[in-house]
């Protein structure tokens, strides 16, 4: 598997199909005999403005992490283990709630979107 | 940078040339053309009670509208020699004449008058035929 | 029935993108202008966006992910966030334009100011979007859009000149008072009309928010083969009506009452009547379209979640970026900027963007991690190549033909 091609920037969607985010960014760790293996997922603008770089990237994670209001202003950490399988999208074993809702995402829903009347009504 | 600065303002501010003075009526004349052609085919089509009034009001406003838009474009300009001024004394009439006949074909379906309705029609396509050959010979 | 009705995503897909206000005006214009000289770029935009829609189509009901994820997984963050802003911006400038054009089509029908009805209707259109299933809203707004079809009664009932529009179909280039640089702006302007990038948004995203599957090929096929030419029928329809009226007289066409008034002319009021219904039904249809692939965009490509199949609750994001979206579409209304301007603006642009959105989707759909055994075929692929070269030649051209011509003039 190629990491740049078959895993970064794809969809990642969790155990009932909740869009949860990209993937950004990659952490990568070394086994003991020296082989580098993908340890992590990492989700949120700040991972994705580091990797556009240049100055717009810069904002871009500059946002991210002045959007955090509590917590530290880091991307969302998906440990290679909880990823089921790799296809047209990142298949998650768990589901979203047990993952951090985006900062953004968390304001919006607070502060726009959930006043509106029927902002809790199911799904279309 | 200074240098393209000074050519954009002094293309803005230059006078203009005969050329350019007569392209704008032809674009002017043009749209005259297409807004009388639209208020006649409009108000035939009211007058054989094929339409109804909120249709026919808008869009003979719009025509109305535009010949404004046009006459007022080639008003505003600087005549720059005799022969433009010439262009300009046989076109502002004319598009006069419509804006006044495309107003009472307005006037006329909002009243349900007709007879001026009616005139208003004949007028126009005299008018039409007109700027038609003014665009001919502007070509 | 069910049958009959399965193809409404098409058909809402086809009636509000391909004829929507952009349309309406553009090919009365070119009809006017032209005669049918031009007839044949819309046979040409008609067969790239079947191509292309098909594709996103399949690789949508196969693996579940619309166009825009594949735009950031084969181009990569960077070009695809180029390809987002362009993409979005047209998107908006379609969503301004078409609340434009249906309070220009209620002002027809009522005569007061087109203005007036813009936050009316601004506002109707975020309930529709906030509260309508997706099914019914496709199908009310799809269905009522054949009312377009009065353009085709209307051709046939003007007893056109058949010969000399067959005439005009047959021969290359621009008639007399007309030079290349104008032929080939309006030519671009149709292709890029028919190939607009938020038809294959919306396309791609309705097929996953209506759970297609690969049980739902054929279904899918049927959508795009029967939505698309019957958009571009009823574009040469009204591209046919201005050549019979207006052509002969040299007059030119930029309001909608004037695309109207053949019809009127040849079916009287009844026909007025229903022609207005279309053009409300296919605008509104069309800023449907465009306020959802607004959000689709903007959410696909940072991944979140997106749709009507969750609670808005759960969509925040995306909910926002819809309704700032028609906010801004409103605002530039007010300023007074002409709907039909704005549209003329955003077929130029988006005929800049379109190689960005279509060379993913050919990639991807010769993939078999995504596709299995349905990546495309030989002659797909042949058809899919040719078309992007066309794209490519279309977007170089589009800017220094606009510069050049004014506009068109």
Sequence with gaps: ?124 | MGAVLLAVVLIGVWPLTTGQYRSTVETSVQDAVSSVGTARLAGQTALRGKAFPPYESTVVEDARKAVVTATSDIASLEVPDQDSAQLRDEVLPLLQDSVRLIGDLGAGLDDDDRAAADAAVTGLVSVGDRLAGVLEGLR | MKRLLAVTLGILTAIGGFVDIGDLVANSETGARFGMRLAWVVLVGVVGICVYAEMAGRVAAISGRPVFDLVRERLGPRVALANLAGSYLVTLLTLSAEIGGVALAIQLATSVHYLLWVPIVAFVLWVVLWRVKFEPMERVFGLTGLALVVFVVAFIALDPPWTQLADQATTFGPPQHEDWGTYGFFAVALFAAAMTPYEVFFFSSGAVEENWSARDLTTERVNVFVGFPLGGLLSLAIMGCAAVVYEPAGIHVDTLGQTALPVAMTLGKLGLAVVILGFFAATFGAALETGLSAGYTVAQYFGWQWGKLVRPRQAARFHTVVLVSILLGVALLLTTADPIAVTEYSLVFSAVALPLTYLPILVVANDRDYLGDKVNSRFTNVLGVSYLVVILVVAVAAVPLMILTGMGG
Aim: net charge negative.
């Design chain 1, 1 to 124: 598997m190629r990491i740049d091609f078959d895993l970064l920037d794809r969809q990642i969607v969790d155990l009932d199909g909740y869009l949860v985010g990209k993937a950004d960014d990659v952490e990568l760790g070394v086994t003991e005999d020296g082989r580098p293996f993908v340890a992590a997922i990492l989700v949120g603008q700040h991972a994705l403005g580091k990797r556009i770089g240049g100055l717009l990237g810069r904002c871009m994670a500059a946002v991210a992490r002045r959007l955090h209001t509590t917590g530290d202003p880091r991307p969302l950490r998906i440990p290679i283990d909880r990823v089921a399988d790799v296809g047209s999208a990142i298949r998650l074993n768990v589901r979203q709630e047990l993952l951090d809702t985006p900062a953004l995402e968390l304001w919006l829903r607070d502060n726009v979107i959930g006043h509106i009347p029927g902002a809790t009504d199911a799904g279309q």
